[in-house]
């Protein structure tokens, strides 16, 4: 994983707090279990363009 992979979880998890959404209503509105996205939040998966795009 690059070192970009590695920040962008935890800013899509920041920008989520930020907007006051629990996990579980943005994976749901991503399509995605909040088990993925809790992966991705903590930068243990990759999230493909097409999934980022979703959550801008």
């Known amino acids: 994983m690059s070192q970009l992979d590695l920040k962008i979880?935890?800013?899509?998890?920041?920008?989520?707090?930020?907007?006051?959404?629990?996990?579980?209503?943005?994976?749901?509105?991503?399509?995605?279990?909040?088990?993925y996205l809790n992966l991705i939040e903590s930068g243990k998966r990759k999230i493909d363009g097409d999934l980022l795009l979703l959550v801008l």
């Open 9 to 35: 979880g935890p800013k899509i998890k920041s920008f989520r707090r930020q907007l006051g959404l629990q996990a579980n209503k943005l994976a749901e509105d991503l399509g995605i279990s909040p088990s």
